[in-house]
């Protein structure tokens, strides 16, 4: 996984293109590649993080390897899961970005490659206050899911 995780997205595009052609599956497959290691990386150090004391209290009130999984393991690595969606997003977001401006036929990304060539700054800016909107939008739903998820975290405010 470290090898994997080593390479570096971006240089995958010319590999993408060859094997997936022009269009919307290029961009997945690298915004795919590119999202997973952020949330793997986060989610198995959150699990590794969850304190022994409450894997013992589950053993002592008789929860099986199932029951531990179910309610102690995954509630205490859904706040690092969760930073690593947060991450995980920003990463989409700039290979989202860098693919459709090389290898795409529409999209935002095309648009403004479009208004490059006849110096359009209005469309690029209008594009890049796009990416951002949606950016935030897409951080805000995490955000949204971090309050829901995480009630039972004494003082967590759901913030910043």
Same mark, same amino acid.
């Given at each position: 996984?470290? /090898? !994997?995780?080593? &390479? ?6 010319? %590999? =993408?293109?060859?094997?997936?052609? =022009? ?6 497959? %690298? +915004? ?6 952020? =949330?793997? +990386?986060?989610?198995?150090? *959150?699990? $590794?993080? #969850?304190?022994?004391?409450? =894997? ?12 531990? /999984? $179910?309610?102690?393991? !995954? ?6 899961? &969760? #930073?690593?969606?947060?991450?995980? !997003?920003?990463? *989409?977001?700039?290979?989202?970005? +860098?693919?459709?401006? !090389?290898?795409?036929?529409?999209? @935002? ?10 110096? $359009?700054?209005?469309? @690029? #800016?209008?594009?890049? &206050? ?11 739903? #995490?955000?949204? &899911? ?7 975290? $004494? ?6």
């Amino acid at each position: 996984m470290q /090898v !994997l995780r080593a &390479l570096p997205v971006l240089g995958l595009l010319p %590999l =993408v293109i060859i094997w997936f052609g =022009v269009g919307e599956a290029p961009k997945i497959a %690298l +915004v795919a590649f590119g999202t997973a290691f952020p =949330v793997y +990386v986060n989610t198995y150090t *959150a699990i $590794r993080g #969850v304190d022994n004391r409450l =894997v013992e209290s589950g053993r002592t009130v008789g929860l099986g390897h199932f029951g531990l /999984v $179910r309610h102690v393991i !995954l509630p205490g690595a859904v706040p690092g899961f &969760l #930073v690593g969606l947060r991450f995980a !997003l920003t990463g *989409a977001w700039l290979i989202m970005i +860098v693919a459709e401006r !090389l290898n795409a036929t529409d999209g @935002i990304g095309y648009l403004m490659n479009q208004a490059q060539s006849w110096y $359009r700054t209005d469309i @690029i #800016v209008l594009g890049l &206050l796009i990416y951002g909107v949606l950016g935030l939008a897409a951080d805000g739903i #995490v955000r949204l &899911l971090e309050r829901r998820l995480l009630v039972w975290r $004494r003082g967590f405010e759901g913030g910043a």
